[in-house]
């Protein structure tokens, strides 16, 4: 009887090589987070390594941070872009709570520190939620009185 495994994508040898390619700065979805803030008029600095997690936007006349985090590499629950590698289930599992914790306890600290943390994720930014998705990012940074920190446009979901 035939083996019904998909046949990967990658040569052998090549995946590791694959996935550390990947970088953790100026990808894609962050470089269009701050140009979208940027052409609103908004100033910032990018990648910040005095705070805890180095938040891809520092907004500090808004005293406001955003992430630009990807579905995969952050759990995004819910979400069709998000799932544990079939291989290796241990070790992603591992690794990807981890970053998921880590996230929040970053986001803590900010918090006691007196900052409004935004979390905008890749999904969000895809061409049918994008400019919803920035123009809440946007309003809810310069209003000062926005507790409220999560963005509400919708996610891909799974179905």
Partial sequence: MPSKVAPSKYKPGTRSYTMSRIRGKETSIERLVRSYLFAR?????????RYPGH???????????VFVNGCFWHMHEG?????????N????????TRNRQRDQEQGSKL???GWRVFTVWECQL????????????YQAIID???QDESIKAPIQTKE
């Avoid at 008029?41 to 390594?49: C, E, T, V, W």
């Avoid at 938040?55 to 941070?65: G, H, I, N, S, T």
């Avoid at 895809?126 to 990012?137: F, G, I, M, N």
């Fill in 111 to 113: 918090r006691a520190m």
């Fill in 55 to 65: 938040p891809d936007v520092v907004l500090p006349k808004w005293r406001a941070m």
């Fill in 79 to 87: 979400c069709a872009k998000f799932s544990i590698p079939k291989s």
């Fill in 89 to 96: 289930v241990e070790f992603w599992t591992t690794k990807l």
């Fill in 126 to 137: 895809d061409a049918t939620h994008r400019d919803k998705t920035l123009d809440e990012l």
């Fill in 41 to 49: 008029g908004l100033r910032f600095r990018k990648n910040d390594k």
């Fill in 144 to 146: 000062p009185d926005c």
